[in-house]
């Protein structure tokens, strides 16, 4: 079964790499999801949600790609404590 999901995925991604080789296609498929952000963000009037994760200014954009890192960075040094607080729990134990 396993073998039929990866031939299914992999003519799935050949046929979507043939069908966007040509401009005309990639156009149509850009203005669908446009479209389709358009009606999921249609619901709100609210500027900063409209624009979440767009930054129009290069300042902002560092802002956002510095925050980014200091999440990842904060997340690895918590990961790192709990894995220590578990070599330490389990010395204990030996």
């Not at 080789?21 to 709100?44: C, F, G, I, L, P």
Request: hydrophobic fraction near 35%; glycine fraction near 6%; charge should be positive.
């Amino acid at each position: 079964m396993g073998k039929v999901k990866k031939l299914i995925g992999a003519a799935g991604l050949a046929a979507g790499a043939a069908y966007l080789s040509k401009e005309k296609n990639r156009e149509k498929v850009k203005e669908t999801v446009d479209k389709a952000v358009y009606k999921a963000t249609s619901w709100t009037s609210d500027p900063y949600l409209l624009h979440l994760g767009k930054p129009d200014e290069a300042d902002d954009s560092n802002m956002v790609a510095e925050g980014a890192m200091t999440s990842v960075l904060y997340y690895y040094e918590l990961r790192d404590r709990a894995s220590d607080k578990d070599r330490t729990s389990e010395k204990d134990r030996a």
